[in-house]
């Protein structure tokens, strides 16, 4: 009986793997749908105290302030860049989130979409090569070496949602009149 017992569930057992493999695709295939609309509503208003964050004038004021020592300013200033690599890790998701959702597009495209590629990876080379000059950017600010100006990832960010729209606009078009 545990020989017939053993043959019946390596005999289901496939056919519970298919099952799991198709729930799991199905729940993907929703949390895409979910991500698409999640990029369109997108606010890229939420990085703007970024550009703020670590520019020089917060730091010459409080310096001018009574009671100012060395030690307070470079806590502020650590603090200030704790701040700033938070907003920063949002934005590599944010970005994330988008190229996932262009991608998920290109995918389902009813048509071939090379143009929609090749701004993709062109937007990802651009935002991968902003990190790395903000980062650097970063490590140059911890010695009291310039500022760090996030302009171009945003921008990046912007251009990804800017193309979903693009990419969404005809196909809601095509919805509208059928």
Known sequence: MNISLSIALLALAPVGLALVFLYKALLSRQNSQTSVDQCLVLSLEKYRPMERLLQEEDFRFLSAQPGFSAQLGRRFRAQRRQVFRGYLRSLRKDFGSLFRACQMLMVHA??????????????????AMGMLAVEGRLLLH???I???????????????QTQIRLT????????ALA
């Open 146 to 160: 310039g500022a760090v100006d996030v302009r171009e990832l945003v921008g990046c960010l912007e251009a990804m």
């Open 142 to 144: 911890v010695a009291g």
């Open 110 to 127: 009813a048509e071939d979409r090379g143009d929609l590629a090749k701004i993709l990876v062109r937007q990802r080379l651009m935002f």
């Open 168 to 175: 969404l606009a005809p196909l809601q078009t095509a919805t």
